[in-house]
């Protein structure tokens, strides 16, 4: 399995920057695709940004031109660096990990909350 924790959230006014980081640990070589996803109150959990083993970035619309996932695979740690930020990105941000092979699945984080007040 795969465990993931992230940090790095909390409260900014718009037009402000965060980042959030993912840490990962376990079977880290079962790893193919890893994503950033978010959920608003009242509101499906949607995709907001994903990066292959291989580096190549996936955004949503809403986000492209502000926001920009990485990985720094030597420390098996995710970033999503947020700039430009709205009060309509405000939500808890999940890191995701897609698994493959033998250990195919999905691994989640417990989420953490990013705030953008007006």
């Known amino acids: 399995q795969v465990q993931l924790v992230e940090s790095g959230g909390g409260l900014v006014q718009a037009g402000g920057s965060l980042r959030l980081s993912c840490a990962a640990s376990?079977?880290?070589?079962?790893?193919?695709?890893m994503g950033w996803y978010r959920q608003a109150p009242g509101k499906q959990r949607e995709l907001v940004a994903a990066?292959?083993?291989?580096?190549?970035?996936n955004y949503a619309d809403s986000v492209k031109g502000r926001f920009t996932i990485s990985r720094d695979n030597a420390i098996n740690t995710m970033y999503l660096q947020m700039n430009s930020l709205k009060p309509e990105d405000t939500a808890v941000y999940y890191c995701?990990?897609?698994?493959?092979?033998?250990?195919?699945?999905?691994?989640w984080g417990q989420g953490t909350q990013v705030t953008v007040s007006s």
């Open positions: 995701n990990a897609l698994r493959g092979g033998v250990l195919k699945g999905t691994s």
């Open positions: 376990g079977s880290i070589f079962s790893i193919v695709l």
């Open positions: 990066i292959t083993n291989s580096g190549t970035t």
